[in-house]
């Protein structure tokens, strides 16, 4: 995406629910690693092979099929490393052997590429993202103007309200995101722009978001997602 920066990131949309996977690719060692491998795995050997790259690493964002239903396809190709967070790894119970597991903080080295894992509990209890310089992958955490469910099992909408809180100190407003799906009226965004138009981002009150998250918000706005204004669509 930037000339400076040891890496690019390719992204493909895949599969019936709209999931993007990304390809991160470091330049100086030809390295890459896939994120969340689902859905046409063909697609994502194709991308790599047209880059000159090979799969040396997956990392997960978390354990739900539509993220991870093409790993071993991407193992029957490259003897590939599977990184996931350790909490993911206990929820979801049937990981593939010898996977590294992480805790929020472990830096991935792919090449040149450092990788920061962060766990980011809420849409499952081992949620991940992964920074690279300014971008971050948010996997089902944070979408373009919207967020992860909170009702499957594993979630918790207080945890997403906690998270969501440590993203918004933690990142700065230039912060490109790259979410999981593609359910907005856009691919990429910044934190800027979500602390501004993402409703999510919009409460300081636990219990009113837990409302929102749970009860309100699928029932009141549909894909694909836009800005909401501070203040608007919040239930009373
Ligand atoms: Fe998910």
Redesign the pocket.
């Known amino acids: 995406m930037s000339g400076s920066l040891p890496f690019s990131v390719h992204a493909l949309e895949l599969g019936p629910m709209e999931n993007f996977v990304y390809l991160i690719e470091d330049k100086a060692s030809g390295r890459a690693a896939v994120v969340d491998p689902a859905w046409d795995v063909p697609q994502v050997l194709a991308l790599a092979q047209q880059h000159g790259v090979r799969i040396t690493d997956i990392l997960l964002t ?1 354990s ?1 099929h ?2 991870i239903n093409g790993i071993e396809d991407v193992l029957q190709a490259y003897d590939a490393q599977l990184h996931l967070l350790k909490a993911e790894a206990q929820f979801w119970g049937s990981y593939l052997d010898l996977p590294t597991l992480h805790h929020g903080g472990d830096l991935i080295s792919l090449g040149e590429t450092a990788i920061e894992v962060l766990h980011t509990p809420g ?2 209890p081992g949620s991940a993202c992964y920074r690279l310089a300014d971008r971050l992958i948010t ?2 955490t944070l979408f373009v103007f919207g967020c ?2 909170c009702d ?1 099992r594993g979630g918790d909408p207080e945890q997403m309200f906690h998270t969501l809180k440590d993203m918004e100190q933690r990142f700065s407003g230039s912060t490109i995101i790259l979410p ?1 799906h593609n359910y907005a009226e856009k691919a990429t965004s910044t934190f800027e722009e979500q602390v501004e138009g993402n409703p999510f981002m919009h409460f300081d009150d636990v219990a009113r978001f837990v409302h929102y998250r749970m009860h309100y918000h699928d029932q009141h706005r549909h894909e694909p997602y836009g800005p909401v204004c501070k203040g608007h669509e919040m239930p009373g």
């Open positions: 978390h739900h539509d993220h849409h499952t996997g089902d992860g469910r499957l999981g």
